[in-house]
């Protein structure tokens, strides 16, 4: 019999909580990659316009969702102009 996920991170093991979280940031992370990659700025580019360093844009375009948390992207999608949603959905 095949086992049935809601996500990856519960797949992964994760707590509900942990796997919620890592999912709205993994989220706002692929936005952030899109809307940077739309633009074809630089890495420098990106990082003045986010508000952070450049090293900080090389870890969110490698995936390296460990060195993010929901503030840090939150405010980096509002640097760049754009407003953040979340909705509550019953589990």
């Known amino acids: ?3 049935e996920f ?3 991170w519960d ?4 707590s509900p909580q942990e796997a919620a979280n890592l ?8 936005q952030l990659r899109s809307i940077i990659k739309e633009n074809g ?7 003045k316009r986010c508000g952070v360093s450049q090293p900080r ?9 460990n060195k993010f948390s929901i503030d840090a992207l ?7 102009g754009r407003r953040v949603d979340f909705e509550l959905k019953a589990a």
């Open 74 to 80: 939150v405010n980096m999608a509002t640097a760049l």
């Open 57 to 65: 844009i090389n870890d969110l375009l490698r995936g390296k969702i």
């Open 23 to 30: 999912e709205a940031r993994s989220e706002l992370m692929m």
């Open 11 to 14: 797949a992964l093991g994760f």
């Open 6 to 8: 809601e996500s990856v």
């Open 41 to 47: 700025w630089t890495q420098a580019v990106a990082a």
């Open 1 to 3: 019999m095949i086992e």
